[in-house]
C-alpha cells in the first residue's frame, strides 16, 4: 500500500468537515463495506453494516442534514497492511477509531469502527 496516511487522514476529516458528501465518497470503493454501531442504532441494521456507495449515501446524506454541525477533530492516525486507523474526536464528543482498509488502488474497501 502506497498511502500517505497522515495525508489521507486529514484529507478526510477535511471532507467531513466541510460537509462535502461527494468529497468523502471519493475515497471508497463502489462496494465499500462499512460496519459502525451507529448504523445498528440509527438504521437498526442487526450486523451494523452497509454495503455499496448508494446505501452508505444515503445514510451519510441523512446523517449531514441531522448535524448540521457535524465536526471531526483529528488526533492520530497508525499504519497496518494495507489498512489505517484513525483516531479522531466524533460527534456527541465520542472519541472514535475507524480502521479503514485499502485495495490496490487506494481506495477504502471496508471499515469497521469503534467508539470510545
Do not use: Q
Not at 476529516?13 to 445498528?40: C, F, G, Q
Not at 474497501?109 to 469503534?114: A, F, N, S
Request: glycine residues 6%; hydrophobic residues 50%.
Amino acid at each position: 500500500m502506497d498511502i500517505d496516511a497522515k495525508a489521507f487522514a486529514e484529507a478526510w476529516v477535511a471532507a467531513w468537515n466541510a460537509h462535502d458528501l461527494e468529497r468523502i465518497l471519493s475515497h471508497y470503493r463502489d462496494d465499500v463495506e462499512i460496519i459502525t454501531p451507529m448504523i445498528k442504532m440509527s438504521l437498526g441494521v442487526d450486523t451494523g453494516s452497509l454495503v455499496g456507495k448508494a446505501a452508505i449515501a444515503n445514510y451519510w446524506r441523512a446523517a449531514l442534514e441531522k448535524m448540521p454541525d457535524l465536526h471531526f477533530e483529528l488526533l492520530d492516525v497508525c499504519t497496518g497492511v494495507n489498512s489505517i486507523a484513525v483516531y479522531y474526536k466524533s460527534v456527541m464528543d465520542k472519541l472514535a477509531i475507524e480502521v479503514m482498509e485499502f485495495d490496490g488502488e487506494g481506495k477504502v474497501e471496508r471499515v469497521v469502527v469503534h467508539y470510545c
